[in-house]
């Protein structure tokens, strides 16, 4: 039986993991469907979101589903995040370009195959190059974590809306304000993956342009945004919290900043999530 191993250095565990039990909800708002589905993830990394996905297809009742993820695997951080006082880019450019990363994804990959018996399908390559030749409403769920440059996150979420069936999910991370309460999002830089904005906090602006341009209001908690499609129109929708829970590959140090989104109220889930 192959191990899930998400290593510190190599930024495994990536972005605000409060947004993994919201990701699990997701999952439940699909299981009413009785049938395996096939879900598409653009930016995988090491495969932490990844294993969220299988343990919640797994205790829904779905498994034999298929989880297809796109990433080159490869350099895509701006200059000017490299060269930013944020080390983490550095890093993480480094670690993809020395063709890191991308072994630790397919041993995750394996073990969640394993553990989840669900399919893992790895198209290594930038979104701009593998979305095209995937067939065009073929996913009950789509889920967009790739590059957060706002000309990458509008190509994501414009061809992520010809990817999601009728009825299916089209989700994201890393929105943190939606585009109606930054009106002023297009005239900020565009190379910059993170931006600190007085009085808002820190803000992926490419993600909040790009989803409020091609989708205008979407359902949003703690970073994770989700709509669904209905016809030829998204809409926003409510998810289950009962459905959510935390991931098993998450360690002592994720379980307290979980602890502490509930606890303190920034996450609008039930306490029991992290008593049981
Ligand atoms: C924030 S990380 C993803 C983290 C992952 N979803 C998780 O939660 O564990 C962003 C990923 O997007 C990938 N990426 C960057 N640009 C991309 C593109 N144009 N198409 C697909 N993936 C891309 C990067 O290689 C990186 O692995």
Redesign the pocket.
């Known amino acids: 039986m192959s191990e899930l191993h998400f290593p510190t250095d190599a930024a495994a565990?990536?972005?605000r993991v409060i947004r993994h039990p919201w990701m699990a909800a997701a999952i439940g708002a699909l299981a009413g469907l009785g049938r395996p589905v096939r879900m598409l993830?653009?930016?995988?990394?090491?495969?932490?979101?990844c294993a969220t996905w299988g343990e919640a297809l797994r205790r829904n009742g779905m498994a034999g589903s298929t989880i297809v993820c796109?990433?080159?695997?490869?350099g895509?951080i701006s200059k000017t995040d490299i060269d930013s006082d944020r080390p983490v880019y550095r890093r993480m450019d480094e670690w993809?370009r020395e063709g890191r990363?991308l072994p630790l994804f397919l041993s995750n990959a394996k073990a969640i195959e394993q553990r989840d018996s669900v399919r893992v399908v790895m198209m290594k390559g930038?979104?701009?190059e593998i979305c095209p030749l995937l067939a065009p409403e073929s996913f009950d769920l789509v889920y967009i974590?790739?590059?957060h440059y706002y000309r990458?996150a509008l190509f994501d979420v414009s061809i992520g809306k010809t990817l999601v069936r009728d009825g299916g999910i089209l989700s994201g991370?890393d929105l943190e304000i939606q585009l109606r309460d930054l009106p002023d999002a297009a005239t900020y830089p565009e190379d910059v993956d993170v931006l600190t904005i007085p009085g808002r906090g820190n803000v992926h602006v490419g993600v909040t342009r790009a989803v409020g341009e091609q989708l205008g209001e979407v359902g949003m908690e703690n970073g994770f945004w989700y709509t669904r499609r209905e016809g030829s129109v998204f809409r926003p929708f409510a998810l289950d919290t009962s459905k959510a829970f935390v991931s098993a590959h998450f360690g002592p140090q994720e379980r307290a900043f979980i602890a502490e989104d509930i606890e303190s109220g920034r996450a609008k889930l039930p306490k029991s999530l992290i008593s049981g």
Not at 41 to 49: D, L, N, P, T, V
Not at 70 to 74: A, G, Q
């Open positions: 565990i990536q972005g993830e653009i930016g995988s990394w090491a495969g932490s979101s796109v990433d080159p695997w490869d895509y993809a990363v930038f979104s701009t974590d790739g590059s990458d991370d």
